[in-house]
């Protein structure tokens, strides 16, 4: 399969992705950087560098503790800090993200004792090229995607994980839909692109249909300004 099939298989994706790609390298890639590092950040934004470091811990906590072996692929991979993690622990890693640029940060991020079990790229985490997986984790990329779109993706990506596909989305909450309208009135360095909250059931029915799959563990972190639901879906 191509990586024109694969997309086609996800209606909108494409588009959508896009659109990501011009939001991180353009409007708020300096925003990105900083609140991906230690820089001091406005308090909304502290509360998302919390909420995301405590999802990026639970993610990795369900992957093996010894990697040694494991190929893994970091679907979305930001400027890398799951993936630096993953590679500490042993894995080979693939890091991939739609922003040229926060690749860029991501390589030179990567400290030196992970030479060589990294390799980051720009690119589509759907491309069927990059091929299998022991693990695949996506961290809050899908979280901008309609609910049949996560499933379509989830489905394809499951295909390429032999052990495990551990992504988060947007969970459908009241909290979370008055977070984002009250989110339109602050300024515009504060604003995340769009998130769009889908309803875990109707999430988990259609995981349910995927062949060779079976739910695993779930969980929600909200930390602030911060919501996400972690899934994972075991293929081995």
Known sequence: MSLAQASALTPGWDATRHRLEDYFDRTAFDAWAALTSDAPVSKIRATVRAGREQMRN?????????????????AGCGTGALAIEAARRGADVVGIDISPQLISIAVERAPKDVHGKISFLSGDMLDPRLGQFDHIVSMDVLIHYEADQIANAAAGLAERARESLIFTFAPGTPLL????????????????????????????????????????????????????????????
Do not use: C, M
Request: aromatic share 6%.
């Open 177 to 236: 839909r008055t977070a984002r309208a009250i989110g339109q009135f602050f300024p515009k360095s504060d604003r995340s692109p769009s998130i769009i909250p889908v309803s875990h059931d109707n999430l988990r029915a259609r995981l349910s249909r995927v062949p060779r799959a079976r739910l695993g563990r779930d969980t929600r972190v909200a930390r602030g300004f911060y919501t996400s639901h972690a899934q994972e879906v075991l293929t081995a």
């Open 58 to 74: 639970t993610l990795l906590s369900w992957l093996p503790q010894d990697l040694t072996g494991r190929r893994i692929l970091d």
